[in-house]
């Protein structure tokens, strides 16, 4: 075997979220070629965890980070975050919150002290997801600041994740103004770094909290724009057609509606995280789209 100049920072470029079954291969292949260079292999096999994670394979991901830990030592100071952190995350994504935010703090407290900034930040974003409501600005606040303060280039590429975040946080607060303003930020801010399926994602959000705020015609042509972009490219991602029907049922359009909550119950019901999550919105969607039962 040979050894590899693989660092952190090239370590995360090796990530495709959208398909965490690609990117646990491409680990795994870098895995094999780790040679005398402990931490780095910790830091890969926490990268393979938090891919199975993502594939909600939460025990084989216990069972990697049960073998990264095995390997720890106390100079591993950046192994130590990133195992912190990935244990944290499948904790999460089980739906075991209690469990993973003492994790999270832990990693925010040693990048923090170590001047890492790009995990104190990646730390504090997460603390923000499994704080109660009253403590999740807070953190996410505390992301943002020291993302945009930062010398070191890497954090500012939180600020996307963050501005959206920061947005469903007021939006969740009712605090809508706030949460449009900073959803418009957070589209400029996509729009400059020319990430083209980050900014449909931000269109969508503005549009949606503009139904919030009562605007709905606004929102309605941003949402049929983005349903003409996806149909014209063969794609379709449920989303958008579901809030296509919620604008068209706001204006009273109850027929016209029903086909977009269809095609939205059956996009949407083939996601695993929302069946599991919310089963009340796809019953919703279901009903409005008036679709009946399989035959027996």
Same mark, same amino acid.
């Given at each position: 075997?040979?050894s590899? =100049?693989t660092?952190?920072?090239?370590? *995360?470029a090796?990530? /495709? &979220?959208d398909q965490?079954?690609v990117?646990e291969a491409?680990?795994?292949?870098?895995?094999?070629?780790?040679? =005398?260079d402990?931490?780095?292999?910790?830091e890969?096999?926490?990268?393979?965890?938090?891919?199975?994670?993502?594939?909600?394979?939460?025990?084989a991901?216990?069972?990697?980070?049960?073998?990264?830990?095995?390997?720890?030592?106390?100079a +591993? +100071?950046? $192994?130590?975050i990133?195992?912190?952190?990935?244990?944290?995350?499948v904790?999460?994504?089980?739906?075991q919150?209690?469990?993973?935010?003492?994790?999270?703090?832990q990693a925010?407290?040693?990048?923090?002290?170590?001047?890492?900034?790009f995990?104190?930040?990646?730390?504090a974003h997460?603390?923000?997801?499994?704080?109660?409501p *009253?403590?999740?600005?807070?953190w996410?606040?505390?992301?943002? !600041?020291?993302?945009?303060? +930062?010398?070191?280039?890497r954090?500012?590429?939180?600020?996307?994740?963050? &501005?959206?975040?920061?947005?469903?946080t007021?939006? /969740?607060?009712?605090?809508d103004?706030?949460?449009?303003a900073?959803?418009?930020? !957070?589209?400029?801010?996509?729009?400059?770094?020319?990430?083209?399926?980050?900014i449909?994602?931000?269109?969508?959000?503005v549009?949606?909290v503009l139904?919030?705020l009562?605007?709905?015609?606004?929102?309605?042509?941003?949402q049929?724009?983005l349903?003409? !972009?996806?149909?014209?490219?063969?794609?379709?991602?449920? &989303?958008v057609e579901?809030?296509?029907?919620?604008c068209?049922?706001?204006? *009273?359009r !109850?027929?016209a509606?029903?086909a &977009?909550?269809?095609?939205?119950?059956?996009?949407?019901?083939?996601?695993?995280?929302?069946?599991?999550?919310?089963?009340d919105?796809?019953?919703?969607?279901r009903?409005?789209?008036k679709?009946? /039962? $399989?035959?027996?």
């Open positions: 075997m040979q590899t =100049n660092d952190s920072q090239s370590l *995360d090796l990530w /495709d &979220y965490p079954a990117s491409r680990f795994r292949q870098l895995l094999a070629e780790v040679t =005398n402990t931490p780095l292999t910790i890969v096999l926490t990268q393979i965890a938090r891919a199975q994670g993502l594939q909600r394979q939460f025990e991901a216990h069972q990697i980070l049960d073998q990264a830990q095995a390997l720890l030592t106390d +591993s +100071s950046r $192994a130590q990133r195992l912190w952190l990935e244990r944290g995350r904790f999460n994504s089980s739906r919150r209690e469990e993973a935010r003492p994790l999270f703090l925010w407290e040693e990048a923090s002290a170590s001047g890492d900034d995990y104190a930040v990646d730390a997460m603390l923000a997801i499994v704080e109660p *009253d403590q999740q600005l807070v996410n606040l505390k992301a943002l !600041a020291l993302a945009e303060a +930062s010398p070191d280039p954090p500012q590429k939180w600020l996307g994740s963050l &501005y959206n975040n920061i947005g469903w007021y939006h /969740d607060l009712t605090q103004e706030r949460a449009l900073i959803f418009q930020k !957070a589209l400029a801010w996509r729009v400059e770094q020319g990430q083209v399926a980050q449909r994602i931000a269109r969508w959000s549009a949606r139904r919030a009562q605007r709905t015609e606004e929102a309605l042509g941003i049929q724009s349903y003409e !972009a996806l149909t014209q490219s063969g794609a379709s991602d449920g &989303y579901e809030e296509l029907g919620e068209l049922l706001s204006l *009273d !109850a027929d509606a029903q &977009y909550f269809a095609a939205a119950y059956q996009s949407l019901a083939a996601d695993a995280w929302l069946v599991e999550n919310e089963p919105r796809l019953a919703r969607l009903t409005l789209g679709i009946d /039962d $399989a035959p027996v």
